[in-house]
């Protein structure tokens, strides 16, 4: 089973809409878990760090499920600028197996249109 | 600015040809790691470092070297490229290996071997 497993979309939708990325991890071990955003052919960059009581900025909402192991994006009112292919990112701390590294999900795409 | 990073951008060598990819940071980190980024197979992590002196290999270290003999630089060293070598490489560092710290990346550096 794969560490960090992403539907990869394409995620196409129109401009206003809401829209939703799901992810799922094998670690139960696991201890941080990250939204990176990356852009064509660019660095990944920070989105925002998921916590356990779940968490919002702006218009996205991250969701932590320990028991099912499983990490949700919610993105609302979505923009143009919002395109990019987004990553589900663990550590699994130093007992995971990971050695305290980043494990990274292979990323969904977005697409969104006017 | 707190940034990280690696030069060059764009590299076409040939195979056999020893070659250096040289990462920075400014912000004291710790830790720092490569990634190489392919289609359909995500960032998969070649080496990292959690300190001067003291690296280790990642999930994909053959054909690659590394050296850290200052904490701001983490060379990536390509002995003798071959083809299959051609990727997008991502240089990250983050103040701590594990807990809610996330990487900031370099802008990448695209090479080709032909």
Redesign the interface.
């Known amino acids: 089973r794969k560490e960090v497993e992403q539907d990869p979309g394409p995620f196409n939708v129109p401009e206003g809409a809401t829209v939703a990325f799901n992810c799922t991890y094998s670690n139960s071990a696991s ?2 878990f ?1 939204w ?1 955003r990356q852009d064509c ?6 989105l925002m ?1 998921v916590y356990s009581s779940g968490n919002e900025d702006g218009r996205f909402t991250a969701q932590l499920n320990r028991a099912s192991q499983y990490i949700s994006l919610l993105i609302r009112d979505s923009k143009l600028s919002d395109s990019a292919t987004y ?1 589900c ?1 663990v ?1 699994m ?2 007992y995971g197996g990971s ?4 494990i ?4 969904t795409k977005l697409s969104v249109k006017p | 600015e707190a940034q990280v990073t690696q030069n060059p951008r764009y590299l076409i060598t040939v195979t056999g040809k020893k070659l250096t990819v040289t990462c920075s940071q400014n912000m004291n980190h710790e830790y720092m790691s490569w990634y190489r980024q392919d289609p359909g197979l995500g960032l998969r992590q070649i080496y990292y470092s959690m300190n001067v002196e003291v690296t280790d290999k990642g999930d994909v270290p053959e054909g690659y070297k590394v050296s850290r003999k200052e904490k701001r630089n983490f060379p990536l060293i390509l002995e003798s490229p071959s083809p299959n070598q051609t990727s997008l490489y991502f240089c990250a560092s983050s103040a701590q290996r594990w807990g809610p710290y996330g990487y900031t990346f370099g802008s990448g550096t695209r090479l080709t071997v032909v």
């Open positions: 201890q941080s990250f990176y052919r660019k660095e990944p960059k920070l760090s990553l990112v550590n701390g130093y050695q305290g590294n980043l990274f999900g292979k990323g």
